[in-house]
């Protein structure tokens, strides 16, 4: 299985909800990173886990929580978003932090109202 | 100035012309050279990955690195019009002394690449 995983594909959700996005990987990679990606720019690195432990925060306002339950799989909690939050997050992963072949998944569309 | 430059395009060829995809850089610490290819609405995927300056071909892609020029191209002979997305190229830097890099890629911007039949 090469493959990296996200669910759900699209989110809507309001300023006052609670949502998680998910992410799994069935390759073994032990580093595993959240993007965010607004239309027609490059992805932007927000977390870095290696070893199921946070390595990197990129200053990511604290409304958005990541979480690395165990090797295979990554969340990303969201609380009392603002409408500028709205973008595709992307879940990727590599075989080791530092190793620069990362492997996307095909994203989550999250739109804020 | 942004550490990796990418003309944004939009690019528009016509099916079996070759294309030529570009990017630029100005920090001497990029060893580890990427280009994604992304479609519409989907995540990136991984292309090519290079390290050393040189050519590096994978079918109908060829990937060159000039660390002199801090250049780096990517070639599609033949072009489909499935390889109609947005192309970003990628870098991020050399090791450390502990042996694990930073693990951060730099995109370029991306170039929308349209090839019509």
């Known amino acids: 299985d090469t493959e990296v995983t996200q669910t759900p594909k699209h989110l809507v959700m309001g300023m006052t909800n609670k949502k998680s996005l998910k992410c799994e990987q069935h390759m073994g990679h032990r580093a595993m990173y959240w993007y965010k990606q607004k239309a027609k720019k490059p992805p932007e690195l927000m977390f870095v886990?290696?070893?199921?432990?946070?390595?990197i925060n990129e200053s990511v306002p604290s409304r958005f929580s990541p979480e690395c339950p165990n090797s295979s799989l990554l969340n990303l909690h969201l609380h009392a978003l603002q409408p500028e939050d709205s973008a595709l997050y992307l879940c990727?992963?590599?075989?080791?932090?530092?190793?620069?072949?990362?492997?996307f998944g095909p994203g989550t569309r999250l739109t804020v109202l | 100035q942004k550490e990796v430059e990418q003309d944004p395009g939009p690019l528009s060829v016509p099916e079996g012309a070759i294309v030529s995809l570009n990017c630029t850089y100005s920090n001497s610490a990029f060893q580890y050279f990427m280009w994604y290819r992304q479609y519409s609405r989907k995540g990136p995927e991984l292309l090519m990955y290079t390290y050393s300056s040189g050519n590096k071909e994978d079918g109908r892609f060829t990937a060159q690195v000039d660390k002199s020029s801090k250049y780096i191209s990517l070639f599609i002979r033949d072009s489909q019009p499935s390889d109609s997305a947005t192309y970003l190229c990628?870098?991020?830097?050399?090791?450390?002394?502990?042996?694990?890099?930073?693990?951060?890629?730099?995109f370029g911007q991306g170039t929308i690449l349209t090839v019509h039949p």
């Open positions: 886990y290696s070893y199921e432990k946070l390595s």
């Open positions: 990628a870098m991020s830097g050399r090791k450390n002394a502990g042996g694990t890099s930073y693990g951060k890629l730099t």
């Open positions: 990727a992963s590599s075989s080791q932090i530092g190793d620069n072949e990362q492997f």
